[in-house]
């Protein structure tokens, strides 16, 4: 198993620009999640969902869409980047939310001009 | 929604001796809290966890200790290691939500 996948590793964009982060998970998890993480605040929750066609809101939502057509999938689109979005993003998945162990995937470093 | 606090935010300990890291938290329906290290460039990764039925819980040189009533729980790391150095992060999850909330983290270095 290849566990949780997110490309691209590193980007650059300029404010204004709009783009998705992919983030891929072969363990057939029924949860995924976003997060970003900037120095001091921790790990913050951008979106979630808890299985194929639902998603819902985290603590930092505004900026970003996602979507979940299939269990494998969960991208993050930046509507229009933001100097504030500069971060790096972090997809993880469990096989359920409740108890579970969160599987985190590689990152995304992204800055914003 | 659930409100995690973690101290200290930094914290040096000489190879050998034993590192302590605390959390709190909000909400008293949280019922499961893992503790994540990341050593730097890298993602993190659950080092142990504990549910709200269980006081204490060990593993080799990691203890992890839980007290309800005051809504706290530590992290224990024993025997220290350069190993050891990374960021480590606690977290709370309420029984009737999916979402995870981490702590700001605590940088363990250790001292050879």
């Known amino acids: 198993n290849a566990g949780v996948t997110q490309t691209p590793k590193f980007q650059v964009l300029k404010t204004g620009q709009s783009m998705t982060l992919q983030c891929a998970q072969d363990m057939n998890h029924e949860y995924m999640s976003w997060y970003r993480q900037d120095p001091g605040m921790g790990l913050r929750l951008i979106h979630y969902?808890?299985?194929?066609?639902?998603?819902d809101q985290g603590e930092v939502p505004n900026g970003y869409n996602v979507s979940r057509s299939t269990t494998e999938d969960f991208p993050l689109r930046l509507l229009s980047a933001a100097p504030s979005q500069t971060s790096v993003y972090f997809c993880?998945?469990?096989?359920?939310?409740?108890?579970?162990?969160?599987?985190f995937g590689p990152g995304t470093r992204l800055t914003v001009l | 929604g659930e409100n995690v606090e973690q101290h200290p935010s930094t914290l040096s300990v000489q190879e050998g001796d034993s590192a302590v890291i605390k959390c709190t938290y909000s909400d008293s329906a949280s019922n499961y809290f893992p503790w994540y290290k990341q050593e730097l460039g890298k993602r993190p990764q659950l080092i142990i966890d504990i549910r709200s039925n269980v006081g204490e819980k060990k593993d080799q040189r990691i203890a992890v200790t839980l007290n309800k009533t005051a809504k706290h729980f530590s992290l224990h790391i024993t025997e220290t290691q350069p190993e050891d150095s990374a960021v480590y992060f606690c977290a709370a999850r309420p029984a009737n939500d999916y979402k995870l909330s981490f702590g700001a983290g605590t940088t363990v270095t250790v001292r050879a």
């Open positions: 993880a998945s469990s096989y359920s939310g409740a108890l579970d162990t969160q599987y």
């Open positions: 969902s808890v299985g194929a066609g639902i998603t």
